[in-house]
């Protein structure tokens, strides 16, 4: 089971840091990915970090924006520039169940071990 943490209310052109944590030391080893998801939408990807940090993969609406990295066993989502739509409940979640490079394209069909997500708000 993945936790997220970081989320909260910012203002437009505001920042926010999300992080993507578990027990045991899998999150090092497995390529994991973000998603979001805004009431009365579908789950979408927002980037993905491959295993091995060989390859990060980022949806258009956060290229420039979002930069996602890996300390250790713990997956980071910054997020600067944030815009009113960008809110959203965030979740992190693994790519299939073996180590390899993220998709081009994020499905959440691929990915397993959702967390239970965090807030973003961005409203003035």
Same mark, same amino acid.
């Given at each position: ?10 203002? &437009? ?10 027990s045991?030391?899998?999150l ?10 805004? &009431? ?33 066993n ?24 073996? &180590?390899?490079?993220?998709p ?21």
């Amino acid at each position: 089971q993945l936790v997220e943490s970081g989320g909260g209310s910012v203002q &437009p052109g505001g920042s926010l840091r999300l992080s993507c944590a578990a027990s045991g030391d899998f999150l090092s080893v497995y390529a994991i990915g973000w998603f979001r998801q805004a &009431p009365g939408k579908e789950r979408e990807g927002v980037a993905c970090i491959s295993s091995g940090n060989s390859r990060s993969t980022y949806a258009d609406s956060g290229k420039g924006r979002f930069t996602i990295s890996r300390v250790e066993n713990t997956v980071l989502l910054q997020m600067n520039n944030l815009r009113p739509e960008d809110t959203a409940v965030y979740y992190c979640a693994i790519y299939r169940d073996w &180590p390899r490079p993220c998709p081009l394209i994020l499905s959440s069909s691929d990915f397993h071990s959702w967390g239970q997500g965090t807030q973003v708000t961005v409203s003035s």
